[in-house]
Nanobody, 121 residues
Framework: QVQLVESGGGLVQAGGSLRLSCVASGRFFSINTMGWYRQAPGKQRELVAAITSGGITNYADSVEGRSTIFRDNAKNTVYLQMNSLKPEDTAVYYC???????????????WGQGTQVTVSS
């Protein structure tokens, strides 16, 4: 069974930094795109950043220039380095991965349980 486990959330002051990590475990053939989403209270879940298996990245305008997504394919891990954090970055951050279970199977979408990031002003 595939699991995504996030870590690294917490409470930080505005202007501070956090690094989120997400590791995929279980039996699978390969991981395609990995990404981070966030959901603030009363708002829809939104994409923060994503990275393909080849390293192509995509960022939300709200975090562009302040955040970096990168991955270690050997460790099945994706990271999100967030700098210059703002109170509006406060949300639950979810890891997402498109995973191929077997060589000739399609991609399945997996989510982590979420990690809380709170930025105080």
């Amino acid at each position: 069974q595939v699991q995504l486990v996030e870590s690294g959330g917490g409470l930080v002051q505005a202007g501070g930094s956090l690094r989120l990590s997400c590791v995929a475990s279980g039996r699978f053939f390969s991981i395609n795109t990995m990404g981070w989403y966030r959901q603030a209270p009363g708002k829809q879940r939104e994409l923060v950043a994503a990275i393909t298996s080849g390293g192509i990245t995509n960022y939300a305008d709200s975090v562009e220039g302040r955040s970096t997504i990168f991955r270690d394919n050997a460790k099945n891990t994706v990271y999100l380095q967030m700098n210059s954090l703002k109170p509006e970055d406060t949300a639950v951050y979810y890891c997402n991965a498109d995973i191929r279970i077997h060589r000739f199977s399609g991609l399945n979408d997996y989510w982590g349980q979420g990690t809380q990031v709170t930025v105080s002003s």
